[in-house]
C-alpha cells in the first residue's frame, strides 16, 4: 500500500510565528487530507487537497502531485493551533480506498 | 462539511464484556465506512472497511470475531469489541465516504475512548 511519511515529527513555535508542515507520499494519490487532531481527539478536517493550492484563513496547503507532496502552512500561529496534525492518502478505488495516515506532526506553540 | 458522530464518546467496561460503539452518517448516505484504531501518541491504524449490506473487510492482523462489524444501513455502522481485555483499550474512530461522492473526502466522528479493566 501507499506510504506516507510526515515531518518534522516535532515542532515548537512562540505565538505569532510561521510553519510549513511536509507530507511525503509513495504513490500517486486521488485523495489527500490534512487534518489537526485536538486535544479530546477529534480529527478536524483542515484541507481535501489531491493537488493544487488552498487556503483557509491563516492555514493553506498546496499539493504537488506529480512530486508525491504536500505542504500545509500555518501563519501568524495562535496557542489555540497546538496540536497534532495528520495528513493522509489514498490511491484509488477498490482496495485502495481506504486513506492511509502518516505519524503526525506534533505542534506546540508557546505564548 | 458532512457531519459523522460517534456514540458513546466514553466507555469503562470490565474485562470480558463486550461494548458496542456507532458511528453515524447524520447529513448524507455513507456507501463505506472506515474504523480506525489509535493508541496513545500514536496515528491511526485502519481496522476494517465497512461497506452498507455486506461483510466487513479486515485488514491484516484484525480478529475479525473480536471486532464485529455491522453496516446494516446507509448512516449507520457498529463496531463490538467483543470479550474485551485491557490491551483492547485505545480510541476508536469511524469515518465515511459519502455515497457516490465524486469529491472522495472523508469525515470522521468524534471517536470514542474504551477502556477495559
Known amino acids: 500500500g501507499i506510504q506516507v511519511e510526515q515531518s518534522p515529527p516535532d515542532l515548537i513555535l512562540q505565538e505569532g510565528a510561521n510553519s510549513t508542515l511536509r507530507c511525503n507520499f509513495s504513490d500517486s494519490v486521488n485523495n489527500l487530507q490534512w487534518f489537526h487532531q485536538n486535544p479530546w481527539g477529534q480529527l478536524i478536517n483542515l484541507f481535501y487537497i489531491p493537488s493544487g493550492t488552498k487556503q483557509n484563513g491563516r492555514l493553506s496547503a498546496t499539493t504537488v502531485a506529480t512530486e508525491r507532496y504536500s505542504l500545509l502552512y500555518i501563519s501568524s500561529s495562535q496557542t489555540t493551533d497546538s496540536g497534532v496534525y495528520f495528513c493522509a492518502a489514498r490511491m484509488g478505488g477498490g482496495s485502495n480506498y481506504k486513506l492511509t495516515f502518516g505519524k503526525g506532526t506534533l505542534l506546540t506553540v508557546n505564548p | 462539511g458532512a457531519v459523522v458522530s460517534q456514540h458513546p464518546s466514553w466507555v469503562i467496561c470490565k474485562s470480558g464484556t463486550s461494548v458496542k460503539i456507532e458511528c453515524r452518517s447524520l447529513d448524507f448516505q455513507a456507501t463505506t465506512m472506515f474504523w480506525y484504531r489509535q493508541f496513545p501518541k500514536q496515528s491511526l491504524m485502519l481496522m476494517a472497511t465497512?461497506?452498507?449490506?455486506?461483510?466487513?473487510?479486515?485488514e491484516q492482523g484484525v480478529e475479525k470475531d473480536k471486532f464485529l462489524i455491522n453496516h446494516a444501513s446507509l448512516t449507520l455502522s457498529t463496531l463490538t469489541v467483543t470479550s474485551a481485555h485491557p490491551e483492547d483499550s485505545s480510541f476508536y474512530i469511524c469515518s465515511a465516504s459519502a455515497r457516490g461522492a465524486g469529491t472522495g473526502e472523508l469525515f470522521f466522528g468524534e471517536g470514542s475512548r474504551l477502556t477495559v479493566l
Open positions: 465497512s461497506n452498507e449490506g455486506s461483510k466487513a473487510t479486515y
